[in-house]
């Protein structure tokens, strides 16, 4: 688990511009009081936005998701978040530069269907506070 832990910490640092601004969008609870985390690790995978109360995780694809094999790695992580019990919306780096209200209006979107307000974050994982 920590090798997960380490490899999400590399990746924070590191972040494309697009997940920046994403990042900006979601962090501080700015998005209707949601409480996302990035780069945060779920079971081996560490995923580039979750917010644990609403069980979504917002993945963002940049050019290198285009290929058949990658599109074969997506799909298999997928199932396997779906299995955890999370959504998953994928949105592109296009997306988030060129409509970014309309992927806030996706991700809230998502949210609606699965629970009308946030829950405490200790009522979901355990953690006071995250």
Same mark, same amino acid.
């Given at each position: 688990?920590?090798?997960? #832990?380490?490899?999400?910490?590399? %990746? #924070?640092?590191? =972040? /494309?511009?697009?997940?920046? #601004? ?11 009081d949601w409480k996302f985390? #990035? =780069?945060?690790?779920? *079971?081996?995978?560490v995923v580039d936005f979750? /917010? ?9 694809? $940049? ?13 298999? @992580? /997928?199932?396997?978040? @779906?299995?955890? $019990?999370?959504?998953? %919306? @994928?949105?592109? !780096? /296009?997306d988030i530069y060129e !409509?970014?209200? *309309? ?10 269907? *699965? @629970? ?5 974050? *200790? ?8």
């Open positions: 688990m920590e090798r997960f #832990r380490s490899r999400a910490r590399a %990746l #924070r640092s590191s =972040q /494309t511009s697009a997940e920046a #601004r994403l990042w900006y969008l979601l962090r501080g609870r700015r998005l209707a985390r #990035r =780069q945060h690790p779920i *079971g081996r995978h979750v /917010t644990m109360a609403g069980r979504l995780v917002v993945e963002v694809d $940049g050019a290198t998701h285009g290929s058949d094999a990658e599109r074969a790695h997506d799909a298999q @992580r /997928t199932e396997i978040l @779906r299995s955890l $019990g999370f959504h998953i %919306l @994928r949105v592109s !780096n /296009t !409509n970014l209200a *309309g992927v806030a209006e996706a991700i809230l979107r998502e949210l609606a269907i *699965g @629970r009308s307000s946030p829950l405490p974050e *200790g009522e979901v994982d355990g953690e006071a506070g995250g």
